[in-house]
């Protein structure tokens, strides 16, 4: 597989595992799947934001920083999540993720 095939596996996981806390709602998350969800997502995105910033990263600058931006915007919705809980505040960051990857099988191979 590509390094872009296991971004996009990575992040559709990602989603699925947050659509089912979504679909599955505990409002006092009593088995913490919703906070290990998130903590995925955001780890995934960390490690998404670490091999955007360098340096020598073949997709252009104006396109890294737009997926820098959209980032930090994963960020504050995780925590806002985690603060504020709400099932409908998921859906944003499934449709992030799953865009993504679509957008990543589409795109040509390494």
């Not at 903590?39 to 737009?66: C, F, T, V």
């Not at 806002?80 to 191979?109: C, F, H, Q, W």
Request: charged fraction near 30%; proline fraction near 6%.
């Amino acid at each position: 597989m590509s390094g872009r095939e296991i971004e996009a596996m990575a992040l559709t996981k990602a989603a699925l595992q947050l659509k089912k806390c979504r679909n599955d709602w505990d409002p006092h998350d009593r088995g913490g799947e919703r906070a290990a969800s998130l903590e995925k997502n955001q780890r995934i995105w960390s490690i998404l934001q670490g091999e955007l910033a360098r340096d020598d990263h073949p997709l252009p600058r104006p396109i890294r920083e737009d997926l820098l931006s959209l980032s930090l915007f994963v960020d504050k919705r995780t925590f806002d999540v985690m603060a504020y809980p709400a099932p409908e505040k998921l859906d944003i960051l499934i449709n992030i993720n799953l865009n993504i990857a679509a957008g990543l099988r589409n795109s040509p191979t390494e």
